[in-house]
């Protein structure tokens, strides 16, 4: 499987990473995922566990999008 992102590594580090938000279509072919299938797995993550990060100039903290849980 290949993987094109259509920009350079250093493009992404300078404007991208941990800056905003950035979609990525079409970068891996023949994978067999579409993105209704992808948005409805984003939609049932759960977003209080640890392994889902919200970054905008850095992370953004849990309480910041959800509130007290």
Known sequence: MTIDFGISRNHFEKHIQGKKPYL?????????????LVNQLIGRHDHTSSNFKILKNGLILKYDYLGKV
């Open 24 to 36: 990525f279509k079409n970068a891996i072919c023949n994978h067999g995922i579409d993105w209704h």
